[in-house]
């Protein structure tokens, strides 16, 4: 609110945004999310009906979630795992945290694009992608996903669309100073503290701030991210070679031999999030929101054993 406080007075130089938290550095989405709150909430004083908000907000993720499950055509006892999470009750309806509103545009452009509504899907995930740059994790399945539908040319078409939405919902930042916001907004050589990092705390600090740390989870990232491009995700359309060169050959075509179903979409889409989260620097207590409701789902695509699948769902639900 302070930051929002700072807007509102005219300040469109993301350099000079900044308060008791630090500086602003979440895209222009999440200051126009937080202007609206700003506005009904008296300045973010109305805690309780901030909390109603985020509350509607749960609801309606619950909603597109369960949608989203049944367009993947899984068990229908599955959706019941979805709202057992306090940890998400509480990034959700106590710590109001921005990820709640990336969160609900992400699933809305699954939701998109499981219909083949692909033109809406790029909408809604750029709205995602204006929130937080955490919706990045899901551009290299995106990426697959669009190739395989509109081929070389269409999926150009879409990440020109992207990048317009981002740039008409930044455009006042970035006519002050395009530096500032850019470096602030989409800062991708953040260094997080190492205090507030949850996942790698086994490792000690000094390890943690390493350059040679961060060079080696971006790696182990990429790596994986090849593995399953060339072994798993392109597998029903010939292989990877096949799929770009039809892609190649024929730029304005489809690289698919067929369409793309609904359920290899979330599949796909939830397992280069978590390919991501896996290597991701440093993982907060609101992170757990990106990928506790897609466990439900991905675990059901291994070939673990029933008994395995639920310890490993009810141990994340605690």
């Given at each position: 609110?302070?930051?929002?406080?700072?807007?509102m007075?005219?300040?469109?130089?993301?350099?000079?945004i900044?308060?008791?938290?630090?500086?602003?550095v979440?895209?222009?989405?999440?200051?126009?999310?937080?202007?609206?709150?700003h506005?009904?909430?008296?300045?973010?004083?109305?805690?309780?009906?901030a909390?109603?908000?985020?509350?509607?907000?749960?609801?309606?993720?619950?909603?597109?979630?369960?949608?989203?499950?049944?367009?993947?055509d899984?068990p229908?006892?599955?959706?019941l795992?979805?709202p057992?999470?306090?940890?998400?009750?509480?990034?959700?309806?106590?710590?109001?945290?921005?990820?709640?509103?990336?969160?609900?545009?992400?699933?809305?452009?699954?939701?998109?694009?499981?219909?083949?509504?692909?033109?809406?899907?790029?909408?809604?995930?750029?709205?995602?992608l204006?929130?937080?740059?955490?919706?990045?994790?899901?551009?290299?399945?995106?990426?697959?996903?669009?190739?395989?539908?509109?081929?070389?040319?269409?999926?150009?078409?879409?990440?020109?669309?992207?990048?317009?939405?981002?740039?008409?919902?930044?455009?006042?930042?970035?006519?002050?100073?395009?530096?500032?916001?850019?470096?602030?907004?989409?800062?991708?050589?953040?260094v997080?503290?190492?205090?507030?990092?949850?996942?790698?705390?086994?490792?000690?600090?000094?390890?943690?701030?390493?350059?040679?740390?961060?060079?080696?989870?971006?790696?182990?990232?990429i790596?994986?991210?090849?593995?399953?491009?060339?072994?798993?995700?392109?597998?029903?359309?010939?292989?990877?070679?096949?799929?770009?060169?039809?892609?190649?050959?024929r730029?304005?075509?489809?690289?698919?031999?067929?369409?793309?179903?609904?359920?290899y979409?979330?599949?796909v889409?939830?397992t280069?999030?978590?390919?991501?989260?896996?290597?991701?620097?440093?993982?907060?207590?609101?992170?757990?929101?990106?990928?506790?409701?897609?466990?439900?789902?991905?675990?059901?695509?291994?070939?673990?054993?029933f008994?395995?699948?639920?310890?490993?769902?009810?141990?994340?639900?605690?």
């Amino acid at each position: 609110m302070v930051h929002i406080d700072l807007y509102m007075k005219g300040e469109r130089n993301y350099a000079k945004i900044t308060g008791p938290t630090g500086p602003l550095v979440y895209p222009a989405g999440h200051v126009h999310i937080h202007h609206f709150l700003h506005g009904i909430t008296d300045a973010g004083r109305n805690i309780a009906q901030a909390q109603q908000i985020y509350a509607g907000l749960y609801i309606l993720s619950l909603i597109l979630m369960c949608n989203v499950y049944r367009r993947a055509d899984v068990p229908n006892w599955t959706v019941l795992l979805l709202p057992l999470s306090k940890r998400l009750h509480s990034v959700f309806v106590l710590r109001l945290f921005n990820d709640c509103w990336s969160l609900v545009f992400v699933q809305a452009a699954t939701l998109a694009f499981q219909s083949a509504s692909d033109d809406l899907g790029i909408l809604l995930f750029s709205l995602a992608l204006s929130v937080k740059m955490s919706a990045l994790l899901y551009i290299p399945g995106l990426l697959v996903i669009l190739f395989q539908r509109h081929g070389l040319m269409g999926t150009l078409r879409h990440l020109l669309v992207l990048a317009c939405t981002q740039v008409l919902l930044a455009r006042s930042f970035l006519v002050e100073s395009t530096p500032a916001y850019l470096q602030n907004a989409f800062d991708l050589s953040r260094v997080f503290l190492y205090k507030w990092t949850v996942n790698w705390r086994f490792v000690d600090e000094q390890t943690f701030l390493s350059p040679s740390w961060a060079k080696g989870l971006l790696l182990g990232h990429i790596t994986v991210l090849v593995v399953f491009g060339l072994f798993r995700w392109c597998r029903g359309g010939g292989g990877v070679a096949s799929v770009l060169s039809r892609g190649f050959r024929r730029p304005m075509l489809p690289a698919a031999l067929s369409p793309v179903p609904p359920d290899y979409v979330a599949t796909v889409l939830m397992t280069s999030n978590l390919i991501g989260i896996l290597f991701a620097r440093s993982l907060h207590y609101q992170f757990y929101s990106w990928y506790f409701q897609h466990l439900p789902l991905l675990v059901q695509r291994t070939k673990y054993p029933f008994l395995l699948q639920y310890v490993v769902l009810s141990t994340s639900c605690l």
